[in-house]
């Protein structure tokens, strides 16, 4: 029989979250990637669905 794993992550000890103006800098420090036009339109609709009014009625979701 085979071995399983625990699937939870445990975060380090003392392990800070970087504050808003870091991450900023981060990406802008990124070196660009190179996006196709398959890729972007994905993205956008990833960034749209996230961006949505979502609200649930009678247990249900309901996405504006």
Do not use: C, W
Request: aromatic share 4%.
């Amino acid at each position: 029989m085979s071995q399983r794993y625990s699937t939870t992550v445990q975060l380090p000890v003392g392990r800070q979250k970087t504050s808003l103006d870091q991450r900023i800098a981060e990406l802008r420090a990124k070196k660009p990637v190179y996006v196709n036009h398959g890729e972007a339109l994905l993205l956008q609709g990833i960034a749209n669905a996230s961006l949505r009014e979502q609200r649930i009625i009678d247990g249900k979701f309901d996405l504006d």
